[in-house]
């Protein structure tokens, strides 16, 4: 009980703070649930960790999907999934209005496999390519990091104690920086002892760190929930916090350009910006469509900026040389919710989170070229991927606990 209570807590709270707009609504009003067998069930088993109108929201389900997607988060005697999965497939099926992935063919080879995450409702959020070809992700919901190796499947999980770690990446050594996003810290986990060590945020009003990356000369980027770019030296472990011009902004996703200047995106506004390495020096650009909510970003090998426009359905390019934006709307349409992007030379993979299942689209940036496939599991979200060394996608599937990995054969020499 503890436990639920305690994701109770947690996903209402990632509700008010990561989810902006009516996106989900997810987590109060009451639901009064169909009658029928099962129902009794569900009102129990499901009410712990979340509100039923996460069920009542949601885009509905087969019942082979809803026994997927009960699997994740729960396990359960085999004679009630089966009532619940009745159920919910009877009275929560698929609704009309869900948005249906809308594919694409094209000239490459693009293969998911993927795995399982050992701790229920983890809820991976981002994915990391480690250096010696594991997959990272961070289980948010469970308070862990973990590493699957895909040649061998081994799976390990790291705790991180009262953290939900949100985003991560590894510095030369081989060790796992991670935000802290509920607790204002960001974290070291050394894979070798399994011990982590937290940097707090040195000024108050510097709340929930979100996504970090590093440079090339090993310093620590990172995005804030508050409206705030962040810095942190490993070497000395001092952080340096910078407000955006614009008030109430929110940096989301973040990259560094082959320069070494970071640049991120403001999900709450029409807006990029970038950092000088040095002062810290924060410049915005505007973005022409006033309702351009920019979530991801992405530099290709010139330094042109590309972004996923999640509310609108479309991918951007900026290029910080002319300042000449340009977009194209997804091939699943204006409610196709692009998420996590991520480049291999100068062609973009990135996720369509809206459609069930979602999708992985290739967009090839010289030709202009789309091409994509279903997530099998269904995804029901990526937040944030990344490219290996092999040139392949490491993916987390949030919402069904699962990691994953797109492999990418016969593709074209457009590099
Ligand atoms: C141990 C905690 C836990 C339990 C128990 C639980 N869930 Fe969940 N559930 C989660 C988490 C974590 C998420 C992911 C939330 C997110 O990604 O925002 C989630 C998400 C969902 C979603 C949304 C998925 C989507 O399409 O976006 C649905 C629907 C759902 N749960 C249904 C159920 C049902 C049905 C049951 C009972 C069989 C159940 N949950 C029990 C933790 C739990």
């Known amino acids: 009980m503890r436990f639920g209570a305690l994701f ?18 997810r987590g109060q009003q009451p639901v009064n649930l169909p009658d029928g067998p099962g129902k009794e069930l569900v009102s129990t088993a499901c009410a712990t960790c979340h509100g039923l109108n996460m069920i009542a929201n949601s885009q509905g389900n087969s019942r082979e999907n809803w026994e997927a997607l009960m699997a994740s988060m729960i396990a359960l005697p085999a004679d009630q999934k089966a009532q619940i999965s009745g159920y919910l497939a009877q009275h929560f099926p698929v609704k009309p209005n869900a948005i249906k992935p809308v594919l694409v063919n094209g000239p490459v080879n693009m293969r998911v496999r993927e795995w399982d995450v050992p701790t229920l409702a983890s809820r991976p959020h981002d994915a990391h390519a480690g250096r010696d070809g594991s997959i990272w992700w961070t289980g ?8 699957v190796d895909p040649k061998t499947g081994a799976i390990r999980e790291f705790p991180t104690g009262k953290a939900t770690p949100h985003g991560l990446d590894e510095d030369r050594d081989g060790n796992i920086w991670y935000t802290g996003i509920n607790i204002n810290v960001i974290g070291k986990l050394d894979p070798r002892t399994g011990q982590y060590t937290e940097y707090p945020m040195p000024i108050p009003e510097a709340r929930g760190p979100h996504t970090p990356i590093f440079d090339q000369k090993g310093i620590l980027w990172f995005t804030l929930q508050s409206g705030h770019v962040g810095r942190l030296d490993p070497a000395t472990g001092q952080v340096r916090i910078q407000k955006t011009p614009t008030d109430g902004t929110y940096p989301y996703g973040i990259q560094i350009n082959s320069k070494g200047v970071p640049w991120y995106v403001d999900f709450r506004g029409p807006r990029i910006g970038s950092v000088d390495p040095v002062t810290m020096q924060i410049t915005e650009y505007t973005l022409p469509n006033a309702d351009a909510r920019p979530r991801r970003i992405e530099i290709t090998p010139d330094d042109v900026i590309w972004y996923t426009d999640f509310p609108r359905g479309y991918i951007g ?41 979602n999708t992985l689209v290739r967009f090839d940036t010289r030709t202009e070229q789309f091409q994509s496939v279903i997530v099998p599991s269904g995804g029901i979200v990526l937040r944030h991927f990344m490219a290996d060394a092999n040139g392949n996608i490491v993916l987390a599937c949030s919402g069904i606990n699962k990691v994953g990995l797109l492999e990418i054969s016969n593709s074209p020499r457009t590099q």
């Open 317 to 357: 390019r900026f290029d910080p040389a002319t300042k000449q934006t340009k977009e194209w709307l997804s091939p699943s349409g204006p409610q196709s919710a692009p998420y996590a992007i991520a480049a291999v030379g100068n062609v973009l993979y990135y996720n369509e989170s809206g459609p069930r299942p």
């Open 8 to 25: 109770a807590v947690l996903i209402a709270a990632l509700c008010y703070s990561v989810v902006p707009g009516g996106a989900q609504g």
């Open 140 to 147: 948010q919901f469970t308070m862990r990091l973990g590493r």
